[in-house]
């Protein structure tokens, strides 16, 4: 008779993904992280504070985030050509889900050399960015099959690990950092970054188990 020795790091491995397939085969209650993500802010798509990349200007931005009970102060940057941002801190008031610990961003371009571009008030909103206490897992069930995503070893060499998901005004970005050498258990226990974008992806979505042999 053969018997197979399982090293811990394998037995920890085979627990974790047992355990996320009973998740996924188990009914649970995300109506708590639904009311997060998608509010009362009437979007067409997935928005933030009523901030809807692609549509929402500079200054409609800014006024949202000023009379938002969870902002409890926005800061414009805009220097000249190039991108600008806007940045704010939260109140106190905001959802648990947040991560306060990690500045929340939105991001838009602005040329004040081309006399026929928008006026600064008047540009577009571009991406908006924010850090959550949201595990990737449960973020990626409560979305479904990723269109795409990417899984790159960074320069600090950490896991660059990302989910993208297409909508009207471009792809929504999950992503997460994850510590070399990875595990399963990495993944299991990363926090999620959420990005709105008009961009687009066009790399291939990559498994957590092949992401964490990266590193």
Excluded: K
């Excluded at 008779?1 to 397939?21: E, K, S, Y």
């Excluded at 993500?37 to 500079?58: K, N």
């Excluded at 595990?183 to 790399?203: D, K, M, N, P």
């Amino acid at each position: 008779m053969i018997r197979l020795l399982l090293t811990p790091t394998m037995f920890v491995a085979a627990l974790l993904t047992v355990a996320v397939g009973m998740i996924r085969a188990w009914p649970v209650d995300n109506s708590d992280l639904s009311d997060f993500l998608l509010g009362a802010d009437d979007c067409p798509a997935l928005c933030f504070l009523g901030i809807y990349p692609g549509s929402t200007t500079v200054e409609q931005a800014l006024d949202q985030l000023r009379t938002h009970e969870w902002v409890g102060s926005a800061q414009l940057n805009a220097s000249g050509r190039g991108y600008g941002d806007i940045r704010w801190q939260w109140s106190g008031q905001q959802s648990a889900f947040i991560d306060t610990t990690r500045p929340a961003r939105i991001t838009f371009y602005w040329d004040d050399e081309d006399p026929d571009g928008p006026r600064l008030n008047d540009s577009i909103i571009e991406t908006l960015t924010i850090y959550t206490d949201i595990r990737m897992y449960r973020l990626q069930a409560w979305f479904g099959l990723p269109d795409n995503g990417t899984s790159a070893f960074r320069n600090d060499e950490n896991l660059g690990y990302a989910a993208t998901y297409n909508v009207d005004y471009g792809m929504v970005d999950i992503s997460t950092v994850m510590t070399c050498p990875a595990q399963l258990l990495s993944y299991w226990e990363a926090r999620a970054r959420i990005t709105l974008s008009i961009g687009r992806s066009s790399s291939p979505f990559v498994p957590p188990n092949d992401a964490t042999r990266m590193c």
